[in-house]
């Protein structure tokens, strides 16, 4: 049986011999048989447990270079260590990177409050969507004077606001918001959706926060 321990000294995973079992497959033996398969030399061996099953893992002795990667080349292979089968072959893969974090109602709230929206009146309330993200969804409300960001849909919307995940993310780190902006809000990563007559929207203070995103 192996165990992980975290710091506390927690087991956080373990890997369990389900049912008796016989090494016949000697550790010399198993090197011949990952040479066979095309494992590279130098190797190195230990025991481990896939499934409940003994095995010797065979691997590489090596430190992987891009040519590898890109080569998805063959650097170990695990061992039945009773019948000398091969369970698993093992190469190297890239890992495929990780999906954008959504946007969190912090960053959205920076957004606006480095384009200093002050026109909306209160009560004034619209729905902000993000782009090329994960759907998130807010609500954004002028409410005595300022402006308060909240996770969820808007049924009775002023308007809704369609953002791209990367252009807030990029507005947020530059140096100026707003003329970021201005400058790259363009190709469809800045919609507007209306729910009011424009009179009413206009009266509502809109005008400006167009104004801050569009240019």
């Not at 969190?104 to 909306?120: C, K, P």
Request: charged fraction near 25%; proline fraction near 4%.
């Amino acid at each position: 049986m192996w165990v992980q321990l975290n710091y506390e000294r927690t087991v956080t995973g373990s890997k369990v011999v389900n049912a008796p079992q016989r090494i016949a497959v000697t550790r010399v033996e198993a090197k011949e048989l990952a040479r066979q398969q095309g494992v590279p030399e130098p190797f190195s061996s230990s025991p481990v447990i896939r499934n409940g099953i003994i095995c010797w893992r065979v691997i590489w002795e090596h430190i992987p270079t891009e040519e590898d990667y890109d080569a998805e080349r063959l650097y170990a292979v695990d061992i039945n260590a009773r019948t000398g089968d091969i369970l698993a072959t093992l190469r190297y893969v890239r890992a495929k990177p990780l999906p954008p974090g959504p946007i969190v109602v912090a960053q959205l709230t920076a957004l606006l409050e480095r384009l200093d929206v002050t026109a909306l009146e209160d009560g004034a309330s619209f729905e902000v969507r993000v782009l090329n993200s994960s759907g998130e969804v807010f609500t954004v409300t002028r409410s005595f004077g300022r402006l308060v960001v909240q996770q969820g849909a808007n049924a009775d919307a002023d308007i809704t606001l369609w953002l791209d995940r990367e252009l807030i993310m990029q507005a947020l780190q530059a140096e100026d918001t707003r003329a970021y902006l201005q400058k790259h809000a363009g190709g469809g990563n800045v919609r507007v959706e209306l729910h009011k007559n424009v009179v009413v929207l206009q009266k509502k203070g809109y005008m400006q926060l167009y104004t801050q995103l569009k240019g």
